[in-house]
């Protein structure tokens, strides 16, 4: 399919001879010409930002100039030429708008020295780009509860998620490698695991605006399959500007809380300034801003075997700095240079719901880093911007429960297993872009290339777990286990533990050197070019090249029964087409439309998990129980010392696939966008993307049933010598077996226990199917406001690469297709603000989404000692019945779900309930 829609889109590419599209640059282009239409060569454009840098332009030949790679702000355009009268006009810049703004020059007349026109809405006429804009006044007016600047992303359309809980714009794991943030023009979101672990943080008071494209940026990004986000910060002006800020809540109007039955001690300070102006006027300038954060919080859960109310004081303090500076050298040259940082620490984590106490932990993040840019006119007609920076990213979570971890069927008690975690992320980002305008062609061409390194120490199963003890356990047995609570692991009760999970389980523990270490080199090419074909139309065609060495080669060379990549994934050529007509040639219309190729970002997660856990760097121990040979968990290995003699253990281990490779998406648009009376804009498109080879996860140990070719054998069950092995996952060799006895198990390698694999089938992917609509009104008669609502459709068949699917196989990923958990129908969000006078002004938001769909289980342990993520499955000859009626005929499972969600699979031979089947109530935020 790759192939296919590559060789499709290249060929479009190559039928208009150029290779062309428009860059993803902020800054403005048009044409010159006198009152007859004819253009006006030689003629000089003056930008002058508004309290700030003059920029400088010539027309070409055909009348044309180009301005590219400018600070979002307001500014002043002076078109001017010998014989004719100068015309002034005021635009309001948003970032990444290449505004198209073309000026008739009267004839010189003793009468006019100058010709100041009204200012206009600013309409992109040549970008068929699908993406919506948080203007200055949004980012400073618009309420938002926890100052949180991302949060502003729902007043763009295509936005679906309701509140923003991870710092970036979507809200579901499957949408790893589908987002890119980056702040003055360079990458800053982390990517050495998913967005729940955090990014970089800057105060709102920091951000001047952000752009949010939804569907088909152009060449000059990539490295995301979804979501782009353009910001910038603020910078000093000709002025002195400054203020200082205070938010504070506390717990007065609270309701008590439904766990703990009373109102809860709430409180929350944040606050900080900010300061900004001239060091030279007209030459060199100065911002810089704080903002602090303390909140006293308390962390509640009940428990969910003892329904036992538990609270715990948690503190949370965040600090967030950045400074930047802008010089102008001279009319041509100019450079700025910005350092940012920011803190996080939070006491008490992990516990909330009806999790245990004892997963509890501390959480600490860190970032810090600096970008400089020099922005060159080598001529009037070409134009260099080249960046560098440096940005690091880390964090730390440090459990309280110094135990194992022990996974039963309705709770799991003890430390995380996979913390202490303590990870760093160090990028080098440097970045040149080459702007040359040439006739009708304004071409962009550039490189990127980022050296990441990822860093750390992650402990994985070094207290031991145990995984799976499928007991579904009673209060009685839980306080038998842990007298004191399971937080206090000096007062376990190994002997009521054994009694429970030593007789059908399974017992890893790590050992070795568990340190990070993934070196990866990104380059990225492209090159386009903005074609104006026809004086109202624009076609915008565009390639692009990335590659990410290290992406799937980290750790060694293993000669251990896994099947691992061998190489990169570098067939990774993305072309992208795409048009934009003004019909009227008013500059008031355009409409738009195209479709391209976007491969996603790696998440070094899966690189990390195979340099460490791949049975040579690390020891991932485990051994299996039956009821004949169970576990003692005092003495799990039965004095041995599996760090000394590993290959007497079976392992647990987590590499990649061998044909892993780069998941990408098709996106397609066709909207327009026009200017309506009382200076508003309404923008409507149709967006489609559809995303191929996603990650999954299986068991790659797993040997295929010889009866039925859906299902697994047991790998809990011996192994007969008469049995045909089938590795059903192929990625994992066969081992030979000399001799069978009762611990031989059904498993493709002796070696393994289980094979945690990332896998990227053909038939793991998204649907999005969007309508999306945004109505904003500029200020007029102190009054400013915006509507976006969307239509959407989203289905999926994964939800990330810790996924493990319901069936076993990667063939049976198939089945998997359903509404993603991030799917909602309708998602609405208005907005306005009304000026008063002294500076006064009253603002409000409204949000509004028809409900998440959520997902669907049984709440019982698979069939054949399957590991989906949610089992699905019901047992042979159990009778599904709905929650709260009675069982006719034994055994029976409850269904909270309709029971219309569950159906009988033939080809599987088991009944089935269908995925994310629930659906949320609808959000109301105002």
Sequence with gaps: MKMFLRSLLLLVALSVVTVVGRAQQTG????????????????????????????????????????????????????????????????????????????????????????????????????????GNVTPQEVQGVPINGRNYMSLATLV??????????????????ESGKFMITMDGLQVSQDTAGAAFGQPRFSQDAISQFQIITNRFDATLGRSAGVYVNSQSKSGSNSYHGGLFGYFRNDSLNAPDPVAKKVLPFSDQQFGGTMGGPIKKDKLWFFGSYEGERKPDTATTTNLVTNAAFSHPNTLR?????????????????????????????DYLGVSGNADPSRAYQGTRTSYGFVADWNS???????????????????????YTQSMEIIFSNITVGGPYNYPQIFAQNNQDYRDDLFWLKGKHSVKFGAEYI?????????????????????????????????????????????????????ASTFIKGFGDFTVDVPRSIYGFWFQDDWKILPRLTVNLGIRYDNDFGAFTGGPKLSNGLLVPQGNDNNNFAPRLGFAWDPMGNGKTNIRGGAGLYFADISANQIIDQQIFNGVSTIQASVSSTAASPINFSDPFKGGNPAANPAAYSQAVQPLAKDAKVPYALQLSFGVQRELPWRTVLTLDFVHTRAYDDWIRLNGNFLVDPTNAQRNLNPNTSLASSTTRVCGNGSVALDTISTFSSSTRQVCNQSFT??????????????????????????????????????ARTKNSTEGPFYYPNKPFASGIKDEWANGTDDQRHSLTLNGEYKWKYGLSLSSLFRFGSGLAFGTATGTASPNGGTPTFNRTVAAGTTPIQAGTTCSTSPCLQVYAPLSTVHYDTGYGYGVMSRNAFRGRANERI
């Excluded at 936005?159 to 714009?169: E, G, H, M, Q, R």
């Design 318 to 346: 965040v600090n967030e700095y950045l400074g930047r500076g802008d010089y102008q050298i001279n009319a041509t040259n100019r450079i700025f240079v910005r350092g940012d940082g920011f803190t996080y620490k939070s």
């Design 377 to 399: 006119n080598i001529t009037p007609n070409l134009v260099n911007d080249l960046h560098g920076g440096y940005h690091h990213f880390g964090w730390q979570n440090l459990p």
């Design 28 to 131: 403005f282009t048009g044409k010159i010409t006198d009152t007859q239409g004819a253009a006006i060569s030689g003629a000089t454009v003056e930008v002058v930002r508004v309290g700030g840098a003059a920029f400088h332009a010539t027309t070409n030949a055909e009348g044309i100039y180009l301005i590219p790679s400018l600070v979002a702000a307001d500014y002043e355009i002076t078109a001017s030429s010998s014989g004719f009268t100068p015309v002034k006009k005021p635009v309001t810049l948003l970032v990444g708008q290449l505004v198209t703004l073309d000026l008739q020059l009267p004839i010189a007349s003793t009468t006019t020295s100058i010709v100041v026109e009204a200012e206009s809405l600013a309409i992109d006429t040549t970008s068929s780009v699908v993406a």
């Design 157 to 174: 359309p295509g936005i679906k998620i309701n509140a923003v809980t991870s710092d970036v714009p979507v809200g579901s794991a499957s």
């Design 754 to 791: 289980s094979v945690s694999q990332f896998f990227t089938p053909g038939g793991a992917g998204s649907i999005y199917d969007g309508l999306q609509m945004g109505i904003k009104h500029s200020t007029m008669a102190g009054f400013t406001g915006a509507l976006a609502y969307t239509w």
């Design 451 to 503: 050296y990441t390194g990822h860093g750390g120490y992650f402990q994985q199963n070094v207290r031991g777990r145990i995984n799976p003890c499928s007991a579904s356990i009673t209060a009685a047995q839980y306080n038998a286990m842990f007298p004191n609570g399971a937080s206090d692991a000096s007062s376990w009760n190994y002997t009521a533990i054994n009694s429970v999970c030593g007789g």
